[in-house]
Nanobody, 115 residues
Framework: QVQVVESGGGLVQAGGSLRLTCTAS????????MGWHRQAPGNEREQVAT???????NYADSVQGRFTISRDDAKNTVYLQMNTLKPGDTAVYYC?????????WGQGTQVTVSP
């Protein structure tokens, strides 16, 4: 069984920064991809950033240049550094871990950016 737990959300003013942390635990021997999606009220869930076990990253156009994803495989942890936050970044952020054909999701962490 695999568990994924996020932390680091909160309330920040526009222009500020937050760092989200996601740690995976359980039975898996390799992780293909870890990353973050987000969902704002009334919107569909959208992919924010991903990182492969080889370190290849991918970002949504809306966060490119402002967000940075990184991982620490020794800790089974992925980070999302979010800088220059905008009110449009307000959403619940969900971490995921892909292990071969299986995808595991965290419960989400709220990020709120005030004007």
């Amino acid at each position: 069984q695999v568990q994924v737990v996020e932390s680091g959300g909160g309330l920040v003013q526009a222009g500020g920064s937050l760092r989200l942390t996601c740690t995976a635990s359980g039975r898996f021997d390799s992780i293909n991809v870890m990353g973050w999606h987000r969902q704002a009220p009334g919107n569909e869930r959208e992919q924010v950033a991903t990182i492969t076990n080889g370190g290849t990253t991918n970002y949504a156009d809306s966060v490119q240049g402002r967000f940075t994803i990184s991982r620490d495989d020794a800790k089974n942890t992925v980070y999302l550094q979010m800088n220059t936050l905008k009110p449009g970044d307000t959403a619940v952020y969900y971490c995921f871990l892909q292990h071969f054909a299986s995808v595991y999701w965290g419960q989400g962490t709220q990020v709120t950016v005030s004007p």
